[in-house]
Every structure is written in structure tokens, then in C-alpha cells.
């Protein structure tokens, strides 16, 4: 079947869904899966092998001709799209239920829909005034969607910052897109690499998608609207949206001429972005808070495999470019499986104990095994490891900067640099989620909300494990996915359309299906030979203490105390300690916080100066007449003078 | 008897090498500590003796913990064996060899890692989270200095292979790779100067303090585990150093077995002649450590260019 139809059918249900949802959440989930199951056939059959479907319309929207085109780049993004989102729907049905929230729980369903549509928009849209009344459309659709608890002072607060960094971005992109026009003379996007004079536009549109892809140090939005969203759009935001950025990004890299320090500014950000967006998330006390922040880091590396795939494309070394963009394209896909995996992980901690502190939390693996199990998988998933589906991409980027520093390419400069940073930034990442995990599901519980949780139901439960079950795909199946990715780089960098599977990510492959294999087998050996369920069981040995608490478990902070001291020039950790006094201490406190660092340490005294000169320059404007007749007189001599003084030199 | 028994045949031999012999080194480094303090010391087979015991025991559990609490150290367990398996041995090379395997092997060492804390936060006790924390803290630090001494050789041998990267004759910065390894060799293994393996404090412990609760059959698995991977460093160290790939396949054999047994007393004297660093002069020697290999990397690039 031909992706038209398929892609009208999903436009139209979303279409419905927008009305439906409204009033009726079961029509609305069943228009909203029937849809995505629709844009997922489109973009399956695209990258299975279709022909680009391309759709011209001479009726005009917005003056100008409606112009949609599904290539292999958009596609692989909106099967994204498509997967991320049919699982949201289904897992917000219980999740922002009816019965739970009566008066956002339509709105949200609506927005929902909107955005799936909006976001379809920005992938097909072959216009540079559609793409950009797109991108209006959903980032607009995600503002409702992260207020719809607007009640809360927080989440208004996370809204407005989001609405307001993302319209500094859409300006950007706004000048992009128009200067774009301008010189080119039409709306209409594609290859225009032999207009170099072109070339300076990309810095445009490194800030504009940039900063919706949450690059430091432009991510200062996505902290506080990921963590403070509902657990479902959470998983949408950070999974899907801004991947959108780096959407954008693709698309100008591959279309624009690009100016020489592109590729190398680029990387050096990807890799800035991957190490500082990991310090943060591993300082992290709020669940919700550290997801979001290990985005900033999985975005970071996305970038390094695209600046590094652009570099080889400047050299023309195809074999490792081939590789890093092989890397980042998959772990477009791998980081928005297992991100949305772990928000809806923390979404259903969240429903279950009504706290996202991981501080308060612990034990929990007993009361909800299978949230426990499944974001224990996508943690170890998230960080890099064998045998699942993060290893899988971060070892194609690692194999490419490998491969760019022994072919001694003058991308070693940056290869060299990008590898060592990497692997802090994995060994951090491994850090953060072992921290999480533990803090979160083992030990005892540390309050009444933790001991008294309980696990979600089916309808959370079956969209973490649909997620689940395709990180293991794409781990163990890697060669069968390299194909889909192959041919988006071909569309990509049309000089590189024939990738065939390279024979070490076979071997691979095998290998970590033989992993897998004996991993289990071990464990359920080692279990069974110590006789794991009839063992006899014992109070923790804490140094032979007989009466230990929950409250004397190693706290989140604590676990980060060691290397987060390291970044404490980055991080700027608040600290308030009260020493107990006396002979008889009643009270001793010790507060720790790592604050917004970037948005309050840069980004608002900057904004509180502008508002500063804004409120001055106000008094100008106070409505009384005489003195606009004296400001006229004033300007009028000024210039008169200019004109008298300028025409005798 | 056709190519693919042969090849089963070694693949057996080689997976019994390293079960088998992985138990010698505490054994040799205990030995040797005990000579140069003067006493007789415990066997050299003294782990075997421990390894047997504790698999015949039964377990106890705390209340706490969940199942992976036993199903991490059997993954630990399996990644070392796996990333040993990857590795080169000199003369007979890998029995598995692709591009890339070294980071593979990276990884694999990096889930034993994770199985480890994670087993060890299950217990919810406080020791154990200290010690957890530290490993993963300080394994930041020693993961740069060894993904940089892999850069250094990949520049070196021009290769991402190991079985290349590690037969050419050792560059002009086998010194300080080796210096650089040994290093991180100490810390990922927790000896002295950056753990003390034979104190009982728990406060001043990485790997022993993770392992607090664990008995029996478990237990035998972590430390069986923490043999091989001790085994597994010091291969490495000596074949990157050591230019193995010159020498006729009886001498590439017995300059292996040396070097391992030189990087084993190694350890041992530094053990008996050293004392435990504070934790906070510990990342001061990683920084130190990641430095060699960053310098012996740039050593190989310039080699290279000459």
C-alpha cells in the first residue's frame, strides 16, 4: 500500500481525535491508535523499500501551493512519532483518566491529538511557511499539553518558560525560513548545496533548532517543562519533540551549503551538551528532573554522530561518516524508545506514591515488580550498555570517531576529544541510573507514600512493555534495522546510499543475543542454586547494627556526593547547613540544592538587566501631550541639525 | 578432525584457561604480601579452597532484596567472562575478533559494573551505598584514562581491533601507557593505594563494602568474578606493552606468562609497601593515570607521524 492513503487516513483520525477527544475517551483512543498504526505503515513502507511519496496541490494555503513529501529522513522520525505516540495515548487513558481529572483530561486528549497532527505537519511539510505554521502549531499544542495542570504555580511557571524559549527559537527560525525565501526566491525546501552564498544561514538555524532540541546551553526550557508535564507528555516531549530539533538540523545539514566551521562547532557542542546535561541529571534529587536532564545528554550525543558525520562529509571519508550518522539516526530511535520508557516508569511511580523525590522513595520493587523490572531494563538501556539497544547506537558513534582517529583525518582533532568525553559522559550515565534505579525501587521504603505504593494497571503497564520489548528488538536485531537507517542517510547525503550491513554489526548482533542468552541463564542458575525463593532471610547486615531505619540508607544526594563535587564549579550546588549546637542538639539541618544553574545564574540576570533598560525607557511613555509635542520638537531639531551640519562637510 | 572442532576445541580450552587460572593471582599477590612482610602467608590456591566452600553453602538473604540481588553478580559474572573471552591471548589470538571489539569489551566491563551497584543497593544498608557510590564515582575517571590508552593504541597500530592493537612492537609511549594502566589496573580492581582488599573496615572500602551481604554460591560468583577481571587487566597491560606479535609463538607465550606474573607481584609489592590513599587524593591518582595515557596518546599520534 502506497503511504498516501495510509498518511490521509492518520491526518484524518488525528483530525477527528481533536474533536472526539472532547467528549468521548474511548472513540478518541481507538481514532488515535487506528491513526498511528497508519502513520507507522507509511513510514514502515517508506524505509522498507517504497518510493518517495510526494504530493502537490495547486490550492494554495496560506498563499502558498501545498507541498508534502515522505522521504526516508522524515519517515524514520515519524515512526517515532508514531510508536511514542499511540503508546502515550493508551497509556494516558489510565494514567489522565476521566474519572482522575475531569477537567483537564479532555483538553488533554485534544491537545494530544493536535500535537501528533502538528508534528506530522513539520515532518511532511515540503514548504518553508507550512514547516513553519507546523512547528507554530505544536509547539503551541505541547504548551497546553505541559499546562494542563495549570493549577499548580510550578507548572504555570514551566509553561511560561517553555512558551517563551521556544518563541526565541521560532524567531530564529522565522528569519531562517524568510531570509531563506529571500534569496532563493520561493517558499519551497530541497538540496540547494551549490548556492554557497547560503552558507552563513546555518547559524540561524543552529539556534532556532538548537534550542528545541534542549543543546546546552539553550536547554534552560527543557528541565523544569519535562519534570513538571504529565508523566505521558513527559515521554512524548523528551522522546519525540526534540527530536524534532534535531530533525530540523538534518534537514538544513543536508539541504544548505554550510559554513567550514559548521561541523566542527557542531561536535564540539554535542559534546559539551552530552558531559555538562549528564553532571546535571547525576546532581539531580527530583526523578522527573534527572530524565529530563540525561535528554540534554542523549541529544548531545545524537550531535556529536551528526557534526562528525558532517566533518567526514566535508573530508569525504564515507566509511566512518556512514558510521556516526548510522549512530545518531539510531539513537534517535533507541532514545526515544527508552525515554519515553523511563517517564512512563516515573509517571507510574508518581501515581503510585505521589512524589517524584527520590529521596522519599525506595523499596518500591516489591509493591510494583513490573514497573521495577522495566525501568531497570530501560536504565541500563539508557546507559549504553550490552546487550541492549543504547550499546547498539552509542557503539556506532564510538566505531566512527575510532575509525576517524586512526584514518589520521584532521577530524581526529575533534574525533580524539569527542571519544574521551563519551566515555565520561556513559561512565556517568551509569552512574545516574544505578543512582536512580536504587534510590527509587530497592532498599527500604523511606515514607508512608513509598510503603503504601502500589503497581499501575494495564493500561500504563502494556505501552512500557510494548517500548520495552522494541529496545530488545533493536538490540538484538540490530541488522535488521540497519537497513531502515541506511536508507534515511541515503536521503540524507545522497552520495552515501549504498551502506551495506557492516560485518562487525553482525558479529555484534550475535554476540549480544549469546549475551542475553547466558546472562539469563546464569542468573537463574546462580537463583536456583541458592535456592533464591526458600533462602532464609535476614535483617540487612548494617556493621552488626540491630535496629536499622529506612532514613539511613544512602540518600540521592549522598550518592552523588563524590562526583558531583567534581562539577561543582558547573553545577553551583546551594548548601544551607545547620550544625547541631550544644550539649543537648535539638536540631541540625542540611539543605542541598542544585539550582537552574545556567537559566538562573546567566539567562535571568541577562533578562533582569533587559528589563531594567525596558522599565526605564518606559518613564518616556507617560501620556502627557506637552511633552510629546516637546519630544516631536526636539527630534525635529536633531535632525534638522543632522541635515544642516551633514550637507556643509 | 575438521576446522570447526578445532576451533570448538580451543574456544573449551581457552574458557577453562581463564576459569581456571583467573584464581591464581589473589593468591600470588597474597603470597607475596605475606613474604615481604615475613610471615608464611595463606596457600596460593587459597582461593580455590574458598571458591569450593562457598558454593557447597547455602545463603541468606536480607529482607530487603529483590531477586537481582542474586541475578547481578551472575551478569557481572558472565560480562567479565564475556569481555575475557574477547581479549587476545599473544600467540593464539582471540577466538572471536571484529571491528570494535575493544569497546565491547569496555562495555561489558562497564555491566559488570552496573550489576555490581546495583546488587549492592538492594540491601539498602548504608555501607553498601557508600561503597557503590564510590565505585561508580571513581570508575568516571579510571573509564577516561582507558578509553584514552584505547585511543593511544588505535593511533598506534592504526586499528580498532584488538587483536592489531595489540601485536605491534610497543611505541615510544609503552611506558607511559604502562604506568597509565597500571594504574587504572589498581583502581578497577580495588587494591592499594586506592582500596585495601584485606581490611574489614567497612568505611574505608569500595569492593569489599559492596559485597557485605552477600554468602554462598553468590558470593563464590563475585569473587571468582573479581579474579578473572584482575586477570583480564593484566593481560591487557602486558600485551600492550610487551610486543608480542615479534616473537615465535613459544617465547609470545612464555613473555605473556611472565608479564602477567611481573604485573602480579607488582601489585603485590606496591600492596605490601604502600598504605591507602584518602578518598579524596584517590581522583587526584586517577587524573594522574588519565594524564599518561592522554600523554601516551599524544606520543603515538606524533609517532605516527614521523
Known sequence: MTPGPLLLGAAAGLAAGVVAGRWNARVWLALTLVSTAAALGAAGSLLLGGAIWEFVSTFPIAGQPLHLRLDAVSALFLALVAIVGGAGSVYAHEYWSNQDYPQ????????????????????????????????????????????????????????????????????????FFAALAARTGSWELGPMRERTELAPLFWLALVGFGLKAGMFPLHIWLPSAHANAPSHVSAIMSGVTIKLGIYGLLRTTGWLPLPVAAPWILIGLGAITALFGIAFAFAQSDLKRLLAYCSVENIGIILIGLGGALLAVADGHAVWGRLLLAGALFHVWNHGLFKSLLFFGAGSVLHATGTREMSRLGGLWRAMPWTAALFALGAAAISGLPPLN????????????????????????????????????????????????????????RTAAARHAHECGPWMRGPMLVLAILCVAIALAPVVFWPLVARASGAWQPMWTEMPVPASL?????????????????????????????????????????????????????????????????????????????????IATRVERVPETVLELIFTPVATVILQVSTAVRRLQHGRLQYYIAYVVVALAGLGSIVVLGGRS | MNAFAIAFVEFVVRLAGWLVLAPL???????????????????????????????????????????????????????????????????????????????????LL??????????????????????????????????????????????????????????????????????????????????????????????????????????????????????????????????AVLPLGGLSRLAAAGALAAGVLVVTVGVGLVESLMARLAFRRVPLLLTTAFLLCLFALLVAWKGGDA
Request: hydrophobic share 55%; aromatic share 10%.
Open chain 2, 25 to 107: 593471582l589473589p593468591g600470588i599477590i597474597n603470597k607475596v604480601k605475606a613474604w615481604v612482610g615475613g610471615r608464611r602467608g595463606p596457600p596460593v590456591l587459597q582461593l580455590y579452597y574458598d571458591l569450593a566452600r562457598l558454593w557447597q553453602k547455602g545463603v541468606v538473604l536480607s529482607t530487603l532484596v529483590s531477586p537481582g540481588f542474586v541475578a547481578g553478580p551472575a551478569v557481572a559474572w558472565v560480562a567479565v567472562l564475556g569481555a575475557a573471552l574477547l581479549l587476545p591471548l599473544g600467540p593464539i589470538g582471540a577466538s572471536l575478533s571484529f571491528h570494535g571489539d575493544v569497546l565491547l569489551l569496555i562495555y
Open chain 1, 104 to 175: 483537564s483530561a479532555p483538553r488533554g486528549r485534544m491537545w494530544w491529538s493536535a500535537l501528533l497532527l502538528s508534528m506530522g505537519g513539520v515532518l511532511l511539510s515540503w514548504n518553508g511557511l507550512h514547516f513553519l505554521i507546523a512547528w507554530e502549531l505544536f509547539t503551541v499544542a505541547a504548551f497546553f499539553l505541559i499546562t494542563l495542570e495549570r493549577q499548580r504555580r510550578d507548572v504555570r511557571a514551566a509553561g511560561w518558560l517553555y512558551l517563551s524559549a521556544s518563541h526565541l527559537g521560532t524567531m530564529c527560525l522565522f528569519a
Open chain 1, 506 to 586: 553482525f558479529t555484534l548482533g550475535s554476540l549480544q543475543i549469546a549475551l542475553a542468552g547466558l546472562a539469563l541463564a546464569a542468573g537463574l542458575t546462580l537463583w536456583w542454586r541458592a535456592r533464591g525463593a526458600g533462602a532464609p532471610r535476614h535483617l540487612t547486615w548494617d556493621c552488626a547494627y540491630a535496629a536499622p531505619s529506612a532514613r539511613m540508607q544512602y540518600s540521592s544526594g549522598s550518592f552523588a556526593g563524590i562526583a558531583g563535587g567534581w562539577f561543582a564549579w558547573l553545577l553551583q550546588p546551594q548548601r544551607q547547613l545547620r550544625r547541631p549546637r550544644g550539649l543537648f542538639p535539638a
Open chain 1, 390 to 445: 543504547g550499546f547498539i547506537s552509542e557503539w556506532l558513534v564510538y566505531l566512527g570517531l575510532f575509525d576517524a582517529v586512526t584514518g589520521r583525518s584532521p577530524a581526529a582533532w575533534a574525533a580524539m576529544p569527542a571519544a574521551i568525553i563519551l566515555g565520561i559522559t556513559g561512565a556517568l550515565a551509569l552512574a545516574t541510573f544505578v543512582k536512580a534505579g536504587a534510590m527509587i525501587f530497592l532498599g527500604a521504603p
Open chain 2, 110 to 239: 562497564a555491566l559488570a559494573r552496573f550489576c555490581m551497584a546495583w546488587a549492592a543497593m538492594e540491601t539498602g544498608s548504608a555501607f553498601e551505598g557508600m561503597g557503590a557510590a564510590r565505585e561508580v564515582s571513581y570508575a568516571v575517571l579510571a573509564e577516561a584514562a582507558l578509553i584514552t590508552a584505547v585511543l593511544a593504541l588505535s593511533v598506534h597500530s592504526g586499528s580498532v581491533t584488538l587483536v592489531t592493537m595489540l601485536t605491534p612492537a610497543a611505541g615510544a609511549g609503552a611506558v607511559l601507557l604502562a604506568a597509565g594502566l597500571f594504574t587504572v589496573l589498581l583502581a578497577e580492581n580495588c587494591r592499594v593505594p586506592f582500596d585495601d582488599p584485606s581490611t574489614h573496615l567497612e568505611l574505608t572500602m569500595i569492593h569489599e563494602v559492596m559485597i557485605l551481604d552477600h554468602s554462598g554460591p553468590p558470593l563464590a560468583a563475585i569473587l571468582h568474578g573479581a579474579s578473572m577481571k584482575l586477570l583480564l587487566f593484566a593481560v591487557l597491560l602486558v600485551e
